[in-house]
């Protein structure tokens, strides 16, 4: 049996070897056939086809609880969850407030200090109270929820959960039952006595205590509450003087003089509604560290509900189901109709079924995604700015012919955003301390500094152009700004052949000289003048940024030092007083220019009063004007007070105005219905997709390459089939020696 015992490993291994390979190559055949057309899709099998929209977000959302949620961030998720009394038209420029949930607009009534009722005209100083009576649309419901799920016995089904209850629970569709119920008047209450909350910190709790009246006292009884009882508190036992429900779907709330720009706040999730089953439900024990909160998990009756929330990978919106009848608008801009936005007129909303935005944290495969058709629409970075826009000599921008051919559209505004370089007005240097000559040469210093750097430049390399400098604090667009000549900041620019042309670096250093700091240096002792930019790590102080900087102060003499800190050291820094420069953005929260003067009005000094006024601007002249303006209604006369505020701005220069950021967005051919607008924030019910065609687009960008393969396989023949011909003959002459053995040997041995 000897010959049998040397050739059976070479047999099993001549299987073994052709049984590899064959597997390998079925394998790769079953692998072409198996992918389908497109074979980097990210996203299920079972999703393609399905109408989904794709999108991406950078930073996860820290709040999404209606009471402490003020990022964009958040507000992309937010808005389209739970719904306020009001919102903007969707299409209407300048914006205009109509009704969301509310069924009409709120019936105002002002009443001077004897109680009795003014004409609509009657001037504001003479107002003492203003009643909004709001009533909202019957038969709204809200989204299926646990915290609404009963027994038979009709109470709650998930109240009183016991530990053991908890422990499989991860995320709301771990419970098995959900139920819902009508939106209720008494639930817009709830809201706005959950300002006052001890634990929630809600961020305008400050400026609506201003006006509602109890709002404070309320929040220091709901103090003391939270120290005796540190789980739920239930608010329905607490009463809150300026508001209070008239009937099931009407409610009224009572502010302390006139306040016209109180509507647009009835169009943010702070005044949206929460019904109190929601509160309840979450603030059962062990219910937080599960992430089961309203922070998390937030209700509502908004067009979409959130069924996932992994902020670090993924959060997705589907359509909810007890979602009310929703016409998309027939009117709008002279130009929307030419640019298909008119075409789903009078249309029911949602058009989407779900929204998948998945986490992206670094640009280029945010990019990649998007030219491949996996996200719907992008924005436009400094990276890719190139890529996806060419700039005329005139500065026109257009799309590229690469993101032509494919369809892709290109979608610009002006934000109603700032960008500016504060002062510090509290520094002894760039605020000139208590004496008046002291101020007077700062203000010199101030003016000098935002002549010397020249924001244009700075839009221009840093980016891409997308960018208006800025004037004063209020964007263009918004009422209160001018246009032209008569819009220029005087002091920084004059007016030449119809055009605004920035004063030069010699008009910088003859205000530095008035300013005691002549070619940089102190007149009296010569010392250099050294100015100090506090900032963050990945912020304006980043080397390339602060190199720059550096360069404009140079031209003048002066010395430049960057103070990189953490964020939360910055802000103490900010809050405290002991920044001297510092870069700031503020987003409106509304279309009023109210909402961007406010930022330099004295009772809202940052240090003083811990409010939004981080440059510390003190001006009792201007502050008399904004307590006048604040409150009229647009017109001649309020024009002409803003002129004068933003007169004194100019000359006093708390800030270095900076720039208006312009909103550069992309979006496939397949994507209908987008308007850009960052005010308008509940943009989701809107949208619509022609699924159809970006199916096709993905399967025409992504088709599979497939001769790389092919070389690789024939490589791979190669490089067997010489082993394999060794291996044959190799197996012939071991046979063939075999063979020619004597007979007793193959019959004999063991």
Not at 373 to 380: F, M, N, P, R
Not at 591 to 617: H, T
Not at 624 to 645: H, S, V
């Amino acid at each position: 049996m000897r010959l049998l015992s040397l050739r059976l490993p070479a047999l099993r291994r001549a299987v073994l070897f052709r049984a590899r390979f064959g597997a390998f190559a079925c394998a790769g055949l079953l692998l072409l056939g198996g992918c389908g057309p497109v074979w980097n899709d990210p996203y299920p099998a079972g999703e393609r086809g399905q109408n989904i929209l794709y999108s991406a977000f950078t930073e996860r959302p820290k709040h999404l609880d209606p009471v402490q949620s003020y990022s964009e961030d958040e507000a992309t998720f937010l808005y389209q969850i739970v719904e306020p009394p009001l919102q903007y038209h969707y299409l209407k420029r300048p914006y205009a407030l109509e009704p969301g949930v509310a069924a009409e607009m709120p019936r105002l009534r002002r009443y001077d200090a004897a109680g009795r009722l003014l004409s609509d005209t009657a001037d504001a100083s003479r107002v003492a109270k203003s009643v909004y009576e709001i009533r909202i649309r019957p038969g709204v419901m809200y989204q299926p929820h646990p915290a609404f799920a009963r027994a038979n016995d009709g109470t709650p089904r998930y109240l009183s959960m016991a530990p053991e209850d908890l422990r499989k629970i991860r995320g709301l569709s771990d419970f098995a039952e959900t139920g819902t119920r009508e939106l209720e008047a008494a639930d817009f209450v709830h809201q706005i006595k959950r300002l006052a909350h001890a634990r929630l910190h809600s961020p305008i709790f400050e400026l609506m205590a201003e006006y509602l009246p109890g709002l404070k006292e309320l929040q220091a009884r709901l103090a003391d509450e939270a120290k005796r009882n540190p789980g739920w508190i239930d608010l329905t036992r607490f009463e809150l003087p300026g508001v209070e429900v008239v009937d099931r779907h009407t409610y009224r709330i009572t502010l302390k003089g006139a306040y016209p720009q109180f509507l647009f706040w009835l169009s943010m999730p702070f005044f949206g509604p929460v019904p109190p089953e929601a509160d309840r439900f979450f603030g059962q024990p062990g219910m937080a560290e599960r992430n089961l909160t309203l922070d998390w998990w937030p209700v509502g009756t908004g067009p979409y509900m959130l069924v996932e929330n992994n902020p670090n990978a993924r959060m997705v919106l589907v359509r909810n189901p007890n979602y009310r009848a929703d016409a998309y608008p027939c009117e709008g801009e002279a130009a929307d109709r030419e640019a298909g936005l008119l075409a789903d007129c009078g249309k029911p909303m949602p058009f989407i079924d779900k929204v998948v935005f998945s986490r992206e944290r670094e640009g280029i495969p945010y990019w990649n995604k998007f030219l491949q058709g996996y996200y719907d629409a992008s924005g436009v970075s400094s990276d890719n700015f190139d890529q996806a826009v060419s700039m005329t000599s005139t500065g026109e921008v257009s799309l590229s012919d690469e993101m032509e051919a494919r369809g892709i559209r290109l979608l610009t505004s002006v934000s109603p955003s700032i960008f500016y370089l504060g002062f510090n007005m509290l520094d002894p240097v760039v605020g000139g301390g208590d004496t008046r000559e002291g101020r007077e040469r700062a203000r010199k210093l101030r003016q000098a500094v935002s002549v010397a750097l020249d924001m244009e430049e700075f839009v221009s390399i840093f980016l891409n152009g997308r960018g208006v400098p800025a004037m004063s604090p209020i964007p263009p667009g918004m009422f209160g700004a001018r246009e032209g000549e008569a819009g220029i900041n005087p002091v920084i620019y004059e007016w030449r052949d119809g055009q605004p042309h920035r004063r030069g670096v010699d008009v910088a250093r003859r205000l530095l000289a008035e300013a005691g700091w002549p070619e940089g240096r102190s007149a009296k002792t010569g010392e250099p003048l050294i100015l100090n930019l506090d900032t963050t790590p990945g912020g304006l102080g980043d080397k390339s940024r602060s190199d720059w900087l550096a360069k404009q102060f140079r031209e003048l003499g002066v010395q430049f030092v960057v103070r990189p800190t953490d964020f939360n050291r910055f802000q103490d820094k900010v809050r405290q007083g002991n920044a001297q420069l510092f870069f700031f953005g503020w987003n409106a929260d509304y279309p009023d220019p109210e909402n961007m003067l406010f930022l330099l009005y004295g009772p809202q000094g940052k240090v003083k009063f811990q409010g939004q006024n981080a440059s510390n601007y003190e001006n009792p002249e201007y502050d008399r004007l904004f307590e006048r303006m604040k409150a009229m209604p647009d017109g001649p006369e309020r024009q002409q007070i803003i002129d004068r505020m933003v007169g004194m701005l100019r000359e006093d220069a708390p800030w270095l105005f900076g720039f208006h950021p312009k909103s550069y967005s992309l979006q496939h051919g397949w994507v209908h219905n987008r308007k850009p607008g960052n005010i308008v924030r509940n943009t989701l019910k809107y949208q619509r997709i022609d699924v159809a065609r970006r199916e096709a687009a993905r399967a025409e960008w992504n088709r599979p390459v497939l001769w790389p393969l092919f070389m690789l396989a024939l490589l791979l023949a190669a490089i067997v089939a010489p082993a394999l011909r060794h291996w044959r003959r190799h197996e012939r002459a071991t046979a063939a020696g075999a063979s020619a053995m004597p007979a007793a040997d193959v019959r004999g041995g063991r």
